[in-house]
């Protein structure tokens, strides 16, 4: 529902976008120039890798490491999925992004090409992700790579544990967008000592350096481009939809997707297209809509779980039916950044006496783990230079630490081109290198 | 009218269901902040002139929140159709895709579409829109023909899309307002005035009888029969899982999201 939510949302990114993709003679290259309509739109179909529209997928039930309260009894055991080979094949792990769970569109996506390619996939939902914060993470607090990487750990080895007997496997990889990236490289890291696995290849797709600065921009996109802040974000979305409403003509077998979007996109009068509602891009208001609500989701369900009495006083229990409206308000206030703040660093000062905040910062960033990134060659990073949660000098410092694993696309901004062919065949190569 | 009799009692019992048997359970203490949400329902409580609230459009003044008197019931009823979809529902969409080709599938899929076209049609006649009243009056005629009592859709290949109107889109249309947020059992997310559009709708395709069952000795259970198929097709053809967005808000978020999809048709 919120990915349709936000689908039927992005209307507003048509009329918004700066750059305009000329023609409709298709060379190759990832068409949407604009980085922030990129990351909304993301792939339009022609440039999309072939991919079967179903494979056999298994979806699995894990018991949970807390007890669940009520409220969230719909969410009890943990959830990943396996597509599994017939004959011998390497298995790949591979890790959501924020707020995503193993299901999503792009996990999906990414599913389909790895088990066409022949490997074994277990997708994993992100510790971001409702149902894994609250029942797999140890701390109910997600959001430090080193914690996170321990809880992910664990659920891989019970997950694989599940499929063992159906699955016959010759090697392990991991793999993960956005922040399930990051995930990837610090769970790679901890195998190097727990050795369960003994992981393979590591593949990062538009990973974060230092996740603070990536959730700082991500936090200011909703802060610069709604009027009046997450306040505005109600009237916002209306007047998004209405516009929308203006433009549509039902159809049959007509839906708000990627490539219905695309399609008014590269028919939109490009004179009118100029500057969005308020001089404000619309496609990045949306970007730090979604990104927020993500992170209200976060905030509520780390704060009920954890008992942190951020939002929720402590002690206080709900129904099933309870209503929730204030609670989902306060939630919606919260940035991302105040989450790791309030929450996250008061908890592991606690945990770990003496470090600092930015210490502990620190310790959450790819900088922390780089002589395991630039001492292994079997890791490798596909970004783009529009890339959109990047830093000033990150994409240069991951170029310098990664040499020629590094592999950046001009336009896709963050994870628009996540499924185009160019991407896809990136995965599978590096992937089954070498075998 | 045993259909329809039927049903009732199980939205009766479900209604009882939702609001009683799970209430001691169900019953939270979330005292301390009282106040704030107390603030916050206030907004949303019914106005002296509820009348005037029914027919005319309300325009909150936060567009995110949608007037939801009867919440605790509805909360109730959108946990039990969670359940029932889980345990019966999906189970058995699931069984029926396995079994069945999905050529056949998509043939009963354009059945129950077509049966519907009289809805459709009745609609967009109610609503004076005169195009899309030919267009379905001619998708029906083509397609019960030429598609076989409507099991292909040879009218969408000559570019006569389907034009989708219901009792409460006609409502709309003429100006009626939604009225309080209602989540109907088995159904899921509508309103007062639509789950009133619904109950038309039914009456006039039960009136008009399109497939002559009055005179048959078996009506009642073939009528039954088509109720189960066409729930199940039905399902087969909607996306929506409940409870996994990952929101722990996510019927506040289906809440606004049917609303405004609501609006968009309504408009259309």
């Known amino acids: 529902m919120l990915k349709q939510l936000i689908a039927i949302g992005l209307w507003v990114a048509l009329c918004s ?11 190759g290259d990832y068409p949407i120039k604009d980085r922030f309509a990129a990351t909304v739109i993301g792939t339009p179909k022609y440039y ?36 599994l080979q017939e004959g011998r094949a390497p298995l790949v792990f591979n890790i959501a992004g924020t707020g995503a769970g193993y299901k999503s569109i792009k996990m999906q996506a990414l599913q389909k090409a790895l088990y066409q390619a022949g490997f074994h996939v277990i997708n994993l939902s992100s510790p971001t992700y409702l149902n894994f914060l609250i029942n797999a993470s140890q701390s109910n607090l997600p959001g430090f790579l080193p914690e996170d990487a321990e809880d992910i ?8 544990q599940k499929v063992e007997a159906d699955a016959d496997v010759s090697e392990f990889h991991v793999m993960g967008y956005s922040l399930g990236a990051a995930h990837a490289a610090f769970v790679a890291k901890l195998d190097q000592t727990r050795k369960t696995f003994n992981l393979q290849k590591v593949y990062m797709i538009n990973p974060p350096v230092d996740l603070y600065n990536s959730v700082s921009i991500l936090d200011q996109l909703l802060v610069d481009n709604v009027e009046g802040g997450i306040e505005g974000v109600g009237t916002f979305l209306d007047k998004t939809l209405n516009r929308l409403a203006a433009s549509y003509e039902p159809k049959e077998g007509m839906h708000f997707d990627g490539d219905f979007l695309y399609g008014a996109y590269s028919s939109w009068d490009p004179s009118k297209r100029g500057v969005g509602p308020e001089g404000r891009n619309g496609a990045a208001a949306l970007i730090g809509t979604s990104f927020r609500m993500s992170s209200a989701n976060v905030v509520f369900a780390a704060d009920l779980m954890s008992h942190t009495g951020y939002i929720i006083p402590p002690g206080t229990e709900f129904g099933r039916r309870e209503r929730l409206d204030y609670y989902a308000k306060a939630s919606h206030v919260v940035k991302f950044t105040e989450y790791v703040d309030h929450m996250v660093i008061p908890y592991l000062q606690k945990k770990y006496p003496g470090k600092s905040r930015k210490q502990l910062l620190g310790e959450a960033s790819l900088h922390h783990i780089e002589d395991f ?30 040499g020629d694993r590094i592999k950046v696309f001009d336009h896709g901004g963050h994870c628009g081109n996540i499924d185009s062919k160019e991407n896809v065949a990136d995965m599978v190569a590096f992937l089954k290198g070498g075998q | 009218m045993n259909k329809l009799r039927y049903y009732s009692v199980m939205c009766l019992l479900t209604l009882c269901f939702g609001s009683s048997s799970w209430a001691e359970e169900e019953k939270g203490n979330a005292q301390i902040n009282r106040e704030k949400v107390e603030d916050l329902m206030e907004e949303q409580e019914p106005e002296a002139y509820e009348v005037q609230r029914l027919i005319k459009p309300e325009v909150p003044e936060n567009a995110l929140l949608v007037y939801d008197p009867w919440e605790p019931m509805n909360r109730g009823i959108y ?9 019966i529902f999906l189970p058995t969409v699931r069984g029926y895709r396995a079994i069945t080709p999905d050529i056949v599938e998509k043939g009963i899929a354009n059945f129950f579409s077509n049966l519907a076209e009289v809805k459709n049609f009745v609609n967009n006649a109610l609503q004076l829109q005169l195009k899309s009243s030919a267009i379905t009056l001619s998708r029906f005629v083509v397609n019960s023909t030429l598609g076989v009592a409507g099991v292909w859709d040879p009218a969408e290949k000559f570019g006569m899309y389907k034009q989708k109107e219901d009792f409460g889109q006609t409502l709309g249309y003429w100006g009626v307002g939604s009225g309080p947020y209602l989540v109907v059992p088995f159904f899921g997310p509508s309103s ?29 259970d073939i009528a039954i029969g088509l109720a189960l198929l066409m729930a199940i097709d039905t399902r087969r053809n909607t996306g929506f899982r409940y409870y996994e967005t990952g929101s722990p808000f996510e019927y506040e978020l289906v809440r606004f999201a049917h609303r405004q999809l609501r609006e968009i048709q309504i408009e259309k």
Not at chain 1, 57 to 64: I, S, T
Not at chain 2, 197 to 210: A, F, H, K, P, S
Request: no cysteine; aromatic share 12%.
């Open chain 1, 17 to 27: 976008v700066e750059v305009f993709a000329t023609g409709d003679k298709p060379n």
């Open chain 1, 48 to 83: 999309k890798a072939d991919l079967p529209a179903e494979i056999p997928v298994k979806k699995y039930a894990l018991p949970g490491l807390h007890s669940v309260p009520k409220l969230f009894w719909y969410s009890k055991n943990l959830h990943f999925s396996a597509a």
């Open chain 1, 153 to 160: 750990y664990r659920v891989m080895e019970l997950a694989y």
């Open chain 1, 373 to 402: 990134l630039a001492g292994n060659a079997q890791v490798r990073v596909v970004t783009n230079r529009d890339e959109i949660i990047l830093a000033p000098g990150e994409l240069e410092y991951m170029e310098g630490l990664l």
């Open chain 2, 79 to 87: 946990n039990f159709n969670a359940r029932f979809d889980r345990a």
């Open chain 2, 192 to 220: 007062l005035r639509d789950a009133t559009g619904l109950g038309v709708d039914y009456l006039v395709y039960y009136n008009i009888d399109e497939l002559d069952l009055k005179g048959d000795a078996n009506k009642d």
